[in-house]
């Protein structure tokens, strides 16, 4: 865990987290000459980012914070984006109850500030060899579908609801994604980013019980507040390359309007659900 280490006489100091930075602000007596802010009282406001330098670029978004006390120091624990994955994952790794056990752990990968999280059904056989998700055909393809948008491979998270492989790459069962469940749901949580895109039919069953694939892919949905596309699975396009390719190259293309639309969409959504609120109150009067 990264530590900031604060020197300051009596000084009292707080966590903010907003959107793309997480600073420090730590209250210092007014030494002499200083001007006295509005609201303080006899105490100066110091600004720092998570480095222990004047606030300046920003930084990931806090998650979490600790602090520790001390007669003339303060040390200052933020738990970022990627602290908190990492601390997920070692979760994960002593979780033994969890099915699977005799494959690789398979976390995820990618950019947690990603506005896209890809989420397949569970690894492969390379994908266990290596421990990263999506590095066979299906992952070549699914770079090569990233890449067509403008983004790189790097720019986005991909993970899958099982983090282990099942035997003989068969598809996981229903026992198996409920035990991973509450560890998917807080990376979703970590990452938080605008728009889920699933990767097959078990990942869309995983957030869209009643959905169906050949029905619903490229549409958009809200799950809870975040938006929601299902995607074919790159193997299944692989299996009918001249019919599906095509069809997936069209959405992810789609995937990255309804990114740039995020903003007009997610007041959209919030406006519906005040008028449904609304509704139901006067239906109780």
Known sequence: MRALALEREQIYLFALGFEGRSVARVFR???KGERREAGL?????QVFDRRGIPLGAPVPKVNKFICLRGDERVKFYIMNKELSLAEL??????????PLQESNLVFGEGNENSDVLFIGEAPGFHENEQKRPFVGRSGQLLNK?????????????ITNI???RPPENRDPLPEEIEAYRPYLSRQIEIINPKIVATLGR??????????????DQGKV??????LLMPLYHPAAALR?????????QKTFLRLKTVIKKYEELKNEHNRKKQENRTHKQSNLL
Not at 41 to 45: A, F, L, P, T, V
Not at 89 to 98: F, H, R
Not at 145 to 157: N, P, Q, S
Not at 202 to 215: N, Q, T
């Open 29 to 31: 007596p007014r030494r």
């Open 89 to 98: 994952k070692l979760k994960i790794e002593n979780d033994i109850s969890l």
């Open 41 to 45: 009282g006899g105490k100066r406001r």
């Open 240 to 248: 009918s390359p001249n019919i599906l390719i095509p069809e997936m």
């Open 145 to 157: 579908l990233i890449e067509a948008t403008g983004w790189r491979r790097e720019d986005v998270y």
């Open 221 to 226: 949905f809200w799950w809870r507040d975040t």
């Open 202 to 215: 078990f990942s869309m069953a995983y957030f869209l019980p009643d959905g169906k694939i050949s029905r």
């Open 162 to 164: 099982v983090k282990r």
